[in-house]
């Protein structure tokens, strides 16, 4: 059986997004879950679909802050 996406399509855009800043910051998901206040792995459970791990709207927040950013840069001009 195929491992199927745990996550929304909603979700999966905003991991994306988070992705693509950390990886232009030249940040490792390790640097960032530590400047997120998380656990060592989570940045890499989100980031993987084996897992239901996701950011919620406190993390958007504090990822906005740490990428000086607006939270709206993390989600899509219209509805998905």
């Known amino acids: ?3 199927a996406n ?6 999966e855009y905003v991991i ?5 800043m950390r990886i232009s ?3 490792s998901q390790a ?3 530590f400047k997120l206040g998380t656990a060592y792995g ?3 459970n989100v980031e993987s679909p084996k897992y239901r791990a996701k950011y919620n709207l406190n993390h958007l927040n504090k990822l906005a802050k740490i990428f ?10 219209k509805p998905l």
């Open 1 to 3: 059986m195929a491992s």
């Open 6 to 11: 745990l996550n929304s399509e909603i979700e």
């Open 16 to 20: 994306k997004k988070v992705k693509e």
């Open 25 to 27: 910051a030249n940040m």
């Open 31 to 33: 640097e960032l879950a």
């Open 42 to 44: 989570f940045i890499g």
């Open 68 to 77: 000086n950013c607006s939270v709206k840069d993390f989600l899509p001009e």
